[in-house]
């Protein structure tokens, strides 16, 4: 989460490196978005509605089994099962998958989530937050997010439904 103050580690200045490069960033980006939604306008490009499918399966088989081999590893270490090659060149997945394989040009893998605590807590995955200091009802579901930035894509159907 971006805060104009910076992170609550107290630096000689107050803003980590990080802060001030997301508020430069920002601040760039706002200076050119009339340029583009007149560039949009005058192509007669309109905006689209995308869905987000998110599949989080908490527990479960690690992900080094599954999504991101480790054959170079020690056998214990490494899984018993082999990669498969997708869709996309470079990427690999588990023998498991072959119909995900051949779906992988359609699907985001993101191999970057690290917890902040050493556990694999589902609040910090679906919210970036870490569960200390978490408001009554916790954080808000992803989905509840983008329902709340984009509203409905059709009317009289939910724009997010959270099965837990």
Not at 38 to 50: D, F, I, P, T
Not at 97 to 114: K, Y
Not at 123 to 135: A, I, K, V, W
Request: with cysteine; hydrophobic share 40%.
């Amino acid at each position: 989460m971006l805060t104009i103050r910076g992170s609550k580690i107290p630096l000689c200045d107050g803003l980590s490196r990080r802060s001030f490069l997301q508020i430069g960033g920002l601040a760039l980006g706002g200076l050119a978005m009339p340029d583009l939604l007149r560039a949009e306008q005058a192509a007669g490009v309109s905006a689209h509605g995308k869905g987000v499918i998110m599949v989080f399966l908490p527990g479960g088989p690690p992900h080094q089994d599954m999504w991101d081999l480790k054959l170079d590893a020690p056998s214990e270490i490494r899984g018993e099962f082999q990669p498969i090659q997708t869709k996309v060149p470079g990427i690999e997945i588990c023998e498991l998958f072959p119909r995900l394989a051949s779906l992988a040009d359609r699907l985001t893998f993101i191999r970057s989530i690290v917890g902040a605590s050493g556990a694999h807590y589902a609040t910090q995955c679906l919210s970036g937050h870490t569960d200390r200091n978490m408001p009554p009802g916790g954080w808000p579901a992803l989905g509840s997010v983008l329902s709340k930035c984009y509203g409905p894509r059709t009317s009289g159907l939910p724009a997010f439904v959270g099965l837990s």
